[in-house]
C-alpha cells in the first residue's frame, strides 16, 4: 500500500488518459423542444454510435446464443465454453460476410 502524501509525491495520482486525445466524452447529444441539434453533433452522434452499434450486435448475439452464463465447474471449463460461443458466433459472422460479397 503506498500513502496518499508519496503517490503524489511520485506523480502516481494522475489519471492514465489525462492530457491525451482519448479523455473525450462518448455521450451523445440531444435536442431540446424547439432547438434541434445542428449538422455539427449530428455527425457527432453518428461517430460514437457507430463503433456502439457494432459492440452491442455482438452482445446481442452472444445472448441470442445463451449469455455469458456458463453451467460448468471450473474456469476453465467456463472459458472454453466462451471460446465455443466466440468461435460460433466469428463463423455466422463470417458466412454472412461471404453472402454479401
Known amino acids: 500500500m ?4 508519496l503517490r503524489t509525491a511520485l506523480g502516481l495520482n ?5 492530457g491525451t486525445s482519448k479523455n473525450l466524452s462518448h455521450i451523445q447529444r440531444k435536442g431540446q423542444a424547439g432547438k434541434p ?5 449530428k455527425a457527432r452522434n453518428k461517430r460514437i454510435a457507430s463503433p456502439r452499434a457494432r459492440v452491442e450486435h ?4 452472444l445472448a441470442q446464443m445463451g449469455g455469458k ?3 460448468s465447474i471450473g474456469l476453465a471449463r467456463a472459458q472454453f465454453g466462451l471460446t465455443i460461443k466466440s468461435a460460433v458466433y466469428n ?4 458466412s454472412s ?4 460479397a
Open 2 to 5: 503506498i500513502f496518499p502524501i
Open 14 to 18: 494522475k489519471h492514465p488518459l489525462s
Open 37 to 41: 441539434i445542428g449538422e455539427r453533433d
Open 58 to 61: 455482438i452482445f446481442a448475439s
Open 69 to 71: 452464463t456458463i453451467r
Open 91 to 94: 463463423l455466422k459472422r463470417m
Open 97 to 100: 460476410l461471404l453472402e454479401m
